[in-house]
């Protein structure tokens, strides 16, 4: 069965003002859906083929350049679209903010990491939330990288990930990447990350 292209879980326009529908249309349907069929079209034949995502790439250091770019890219926009929703943001609450209080002191200073590990990964790339040992850490990853991956500098499950791409925000926000990392929080999908969390840690 070659990986498809799930739908957006909720419409394009859906998270405005935050992030207009011209870009979620693009993201979705043409940067995502690419990374979609060159990772079929990469993997077809080869020894991947049939594979899980995840277990394609946890032995990405043996895989050419095409499946850990579309791989990675095809993996990380799903995580990213069910990371957000509309009418979301807020705090989390239950064992995940238990959880984010322990290992970051507290909500606003996690909210700090990670807004700073999104601002300054240099160029294309990601801004994390894992789960590494049980523990939460933030991290970020060049390109379509990501902690799954076997030569990850930071390995870990990630629970929460923001796409810094410029074509993730540049119709909408230009140069302003910071002013995306903070508009990303209105969106957050708690309850989503919450559920990540739980099967990460079970
Ligand atoms: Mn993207």
Redesign the pocket.
């Known amino acids: 069965m070659p990986f498809e292209l799930a739908p957006l879980p909720y419409a394009s326009n859906a998270l405005e003002p935050h992030i207009d529908a011209r870009t979620m249309e693009i ?1 979705h349907g043409k ?2 859906a690419a990374y979609t069929t060159n990772l079929n079209a990469a993997i077809q034949g080869g020894p991947l083929e049939g594979d899980s995502i995840e277990s394609i790439l946890s032995k990405i250091s043996s895989a050419g350049p095409a499946v850990r770019n579309n791989g990675g ?1 095809y993996y ?2 799903n995580l ?1 679209w069910n990371c957000m929703g509309p009418n979301k943001g807020g705090t989390p609450s239950g064992n995940l903010a238990r959880a984010i209080d322990a290992a970051f002191g507290s909500f606003e200073t996690f909210k700090e990491e990670f807004s700073n590990a999104a601002k300054t990964r240099f160029g294309s790339g990601w801004a994390w939330l894992i789960v590494h040992d049980g523990k939460l850490v933030v991290c970020s990853s060049p390109n379509q990288d990501n902690p799954l991956m076997d030569d990850a500098p930071v390995k870990g499950t990630p629970i929460l990930g923001l ?1 810094v ?1 410029e ?2 925000y540049y119709l909408n926000y230009q140069n302003r990447r910071p002013d995306y990392v903070s508009a990303f929080w209105n969106l957050v999908n708690w309850d989503f990350v919450a559920q990540q969390y739980l099967l990460a840690t079970k």
């Open positions: 993201h940067h995502h890219g990380n926009h990213f796409d791409w074509h993730a």
